[in-house]
């Protein structure tokens, strides 16, 4: 029989005995930083060869070595959290990494390594060959507390068994704004999709608060671990639905070991675009549409925005015109030999312009046998290099957006829009013309535009005497007639190594090989979405041309889904996976919310979607949600005297959630209080959780579009304690949510 929980002594005991194995365990991780930080000292004496050949070899040694020294110093924090003590007798600790003793002896298996998988798939029907599960709690080096699973009472004899079993003491922990990772705890539907093949694509669908995050995020360092040299060389992107959510998770995967991979939000995937701001409703179901391509690429197609309709020349005495319709062939003539995007076609587009005056010349009967000293005389006007620049200008993503400011130009290149619609994108890019600025949703117009209109030509430092940057004659560094180099290379030296570990630090960890075109999107080897139920057509796209030959881990719910059509998002999806086998896993179990938030929850979710099931909420000790009615006040004194009161009472973080474009509202009455008190829009608060999570309008937020009761589902699930709703219709909100008044 086991020995009786909650007998002090025996606690007392095995207390001392994890405690022996884990001082053992950090003694030997002490020696292996010596050896990393050994390593990395050799690594750089091979700098002082000097040869190219040993900058390279340095240049891995060191990355290895920094890779190494950084994974061990995250393994610090909580170095050893399990044991399992396994019916032939063998025990078996599990941490954040694997060690052996002096004589290679295994002290601890990593997390990710198949002899850890029992830890996380055991249960009492299917113990794995599993006697007892320990989880141990650490705080700093010390081993604080033991909770164990006994999985197989048969086998146990007299073995102690200390604590409820529980897994729920992780989840009560008071929240500080960042997740955590959750490797002591992981459960056996998420270790599934966590250890998926990877041979395919991992779809994970789960409601919020199911782990759908958290699994992504132990995906990546399970991949990276078992399979780092397919992954940890072409990089791992992770996109996030905005800033916010990726600072929220960015502690994550540095706190496994794993500081490789690429964090990045929807808004900023695209170098040296940055979102400004971000669309209605309207405007953002418009530009997110897949219809936005084929506008896109008749705009690129058609002649820029403002361009001249005609050029004319005169040469000894005859003048010739091409007219907008002689001028429309030449541009369809050379899109359709052109490869590489418009921007790169200005040789052939000022060859084909001659060669069409000098066929007119010739019809005329005049220029007879000066073809040559023709072509050398009309290219060297002004007129002409001003007619190429204006009628064929270099073109940034940004300029054809703010070439559609104009409602005709949009009526021709997408006959479909209804007049409402011409006006909402006109009037979208309007501002874009007028400041530059481009909004979140332009991002993937931006990188679409990128790959259709084709790089500009490269900045070349300008050799002595030669024509400046802005001669149109000069294209990427040659003289378009002449076929010279006008501008010298950046000399092709050796530049100063450590560039994979200056690449791991900037954590852009992706494949670019210095030859490689800096304006092809870098591609990734595995791509991980989450909150996928919210990308757009468009912005699938986007990550489409990261990862064509990736493979992808995506997470999503589709009740949090902000679009009504989710059918033309999911074709999206399907042409970026391509035709790769898919794994699907669904998540059932709701960590996050209490149960009394959890059933509030519940009842919007039946209304947002008919039939969905709700996930089961396995916390319990929460408190009833509360109402606060406005009674005709303005919701701000209400918010900030309500947030007062709950700084009092409760630790942790406090989510002020309101409708989209309201935040501004309530900014000056929340001022001055403690940083633990968010204020955000409901579209912000995806993906994040707080301890309190305080929804300012409801109604409004439900209002606010036609998905606006899935909106306001996500922003009722962000609370892992306490929910309180303020509100200015205490009766409407009080027969949703089922909750009276306080
Ligand atoms: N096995 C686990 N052990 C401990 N905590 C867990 C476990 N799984 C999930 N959690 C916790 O539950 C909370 C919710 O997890 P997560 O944010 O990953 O859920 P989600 O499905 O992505 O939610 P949403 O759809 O709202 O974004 C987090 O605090 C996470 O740490």
């Not at 005169?314 to 319709?325: A, N, Q």
């Not at 590489?340 to 005329?364: F, I, K, M």
């Not at 995506?554 to 391509?578: F, T």
């Not at 304690?721 to 009080?734: E, F, I, Q, S, Y």
Request: one cysteine or more.
């Amino acid at each position: 029989m086991p020995a009786p929980a909650g007998d002090p002594q025996a606690k007392e005991h095995e207390l001392a005995a994890e405690q022996g194995h884990v001082d053992r365990s950090y003694a030997r991780l002490e020696h292996m930083r010596d050896e990393a930080q050994a390593l990395l000292r050799q690594g750089y004496r091979q700098a002082q060869v000097g040869t190219r050949a040993a900058l390279v070899e340095r240049d891995v040694m060191v990355y290895r070595a920094e890779l190494w020294a950084r994974s061990l110093d995250a393994a610090d924090d909580g170095l050893v959290f399990g044991r399992l003590d396994q019916l032939d007798g063998e025990t078996r600790h599990i941490g954040r990494i694997g060690i052996r003793d002096e004589d290679s002896e295994v002290l601890v298996v990593d997390w990710r390594a198949p002899a850890a998988e029992a830890f996380y798939r055991a249960t009492p029907d299917d113990p794995r060959g599993v006697v007892r599960r320990r989880v141990l709690h650490c705080r700093g080096r010390s081993v604080v507390d033991i909770e164990d699973d006994l999985l197989d009472p048969d086998a146990a004899g007299d073995m102690v068994i200390i604590g409820d079993g529980a897994f729920l003491a992780a989840l009560s922990r008071t929240r500080d704004g960042s997740m955590h990772d959750i490797v002591a705890t992981i459960q056996r539907e998420q270790d599934e999709a966590i250890r998926a093949p990877i041979d395919g694509s991992v779809l994970v669908r789960g409601g919020p608060g199911t782990g759908k995050t958290a699994v992504a995020l132990h995906r990546v360092a399970y991949l990276l671990f078992q399979y780092r040299r397919r992954f940890g060389s072409r990089g791992v992107l992770v996109v996030g639905p905005n800033p916010r959510f990726t600072a929220y998770i960015e502690r994550v995967l540095p706190s496994l070991g794993e500081g490789g991979a690429v964090l990045r939000s929807l808004g900023d995937l695209v170098d040296g675009v940055d979102a400004a701001y971000h669309d209605d409703a309207a405007a953002a179901r418009l530009k997110g549409a897949a219809m936005m391509s084929g506008l896109l690429r008749r705009a690129v197609a058609d002649v820029p925005a403002g361009a001249p309709t005609e050029f004319a020349v005169s040469h000894r005495g005859t003048r010739i015109v091409l007219d907008h319709k002689a001028l429309r062939r030449i541009r369809r003539e050379v899109l359709a030999k052109n490869r590489g995007g418009p921007n790169t076609a200005r040789l052939q587009v000022a060859r084909q312009l001659l060669t069409e005056l000098w066929g007119r010349l010739l019809s005329r009967g005049a220029g007879r046998g000066e073809k040559d000293a023709f072509h050398e005389d009309v290219a060297a006007r002004d007129e002409f290099a001003a007619f190429l620049r204006a009628w064929w200008p270099l073109q940034r993503p940004v300029d054809v957006l703010a070439g559609l400011a104009d409602p005709e130009r949009l009526r021709r290149f997408e006959r479909d829009l209804t007049p409402e619609q011409v006006t909402v994108l006109a009037g979208s890019w309007a501002r874009t013309a007028r400041t530059g600025e481009v909004s979140f949703h332009d991002v993937a117009l931006m990188d679409e535009l990128t790959g259709l209109l084709g790089p500009l030509p490269r900045k070349r430092t300008p050799a002595h005497g030669s024509p400046d940057e802005d001669n149109p004659y000069v294209v990427d560094g040659r003289d378009i007639f002449s076929g010279e180099t006008v501008g010298r290379d950046v000399p092709d030296e050796i530049t100063e190594v450590t560039t994979y570990a200056d690449r791991m630090s900037g954590g852009r960890g992706a494949r670019r090989a210095r030859d490689e075109d800096e304006d092809e999107p870098v591609e990734y080897a595995h791509i991980v979405v989450d909150e996928a139920q919210d990308l757009t057509p468009m912005q699938w796209r986007m990550l489409g041309r990261r990862g064509r030959h990736a493979t992808w881990t995506i997470v999503e719910d589709p009740a949090q889904s902000a679009w009504e059509d989710p059918s033309a998002s999911a074709e999206a999806m399907a042409g970026a996976l391509r035709e790769r086998r898919r794994y699907e896993f669904e998540l059932t179990t709701n960590y996050r919310n209490p149960v009394e938030v959890a059933d509030v929850a519940a009842r919007v979710l039946v209304r947002a979607v008919p039939g969905a099931r709700p996930s089961r909420a396995v916390r319990s000790g929460g408190e009833p949600p509360t109402v606060h009615a406005t009674a005709g006040e303005r919701a701000g004194p209400v918010v900030r005297k309500l947030v007062r009161e709950l700084l009092d009472a409760v630790e942790g973080t406090i989510g002020v959630v309101t409708p989209v474009g309201a935040t501004e509202d309530l900014a000056a009455d929340l001022a001055g209080l403690e940083a633990r008190v968010q204020l955000m829009d409901a579209l912000d608060a995806k993906g994040l959780e707080f301890d309190v999570a305080v929804i300012v309008d409801p109604r409004g937020i439900v209002e606010q579009s036609p998905n606006g009761m899935r909106t306001l589902y996500v922003a009722l699930t962000r609370a892992t304690r306490l929910l309180a709703v303020v509100t200015g219709d205490p009766d409407w909100t009080a027969e949703l949510l089922g909750v009276e008044p306080s």
